[in-house]
Nanobody, 122 residues
């Protein structure tokens, strides 16, 4: 089992920045790829970014490329999502998830956190 806890969400103005954290406990976190997803009310869960277990490979959705950066610190069992130039339409509940391989589909991930709310105001 891997337990994931997201933090760092909050209210930010459009154009602003936030850094989300995903802290893990349980089984060896460094053996898992981690993805970030987001979900607004009434929509499907959307892929944002993912990172391999070692951190050597990353994948980022086209909609956030150049603005969001995913990274990890395995010594701290934490994955980060640095978000900049945020847009109002990016208001959502942001989740992190752990799985075997870097992937963009929610079904590829085995463990999920409860999410952290990001609200971007105009």
């Amino acid at each position: 089992q891997v337990q994931l806890v997201e933090s760092g969400g909050g209210l930010v103005q459009a154009g602003g920045s936030l850094r989300l954290s995903c802290a893990a406990s349980g089984r060896t976190f460094s053996g898992y790829a981690v993805g970030w997803f987001r979900q607004a009310p009434g929509t499907e869960r959307e892929f944002v970014a993912s990172i391999s277990s070692s951190g050597a490979r990353t994948s980022t959705a086209d909609s956030v490329k150049g603005r969001f950066t995913i990274s990890r610190d395995n010594a701290k069992n934490t994955v980060y999502l640095q978000m900049s130039r945020l847009k109002v339409e990016e208001t959502a509940l942001y989740f992190c998830a752990a799985g075997r391989e870097i992937a963009s589909k929610p079904r590829e991930y085995d463990y999920w956190g409860q999410g952290t709310q990001v609200t971007v105001s105009s």
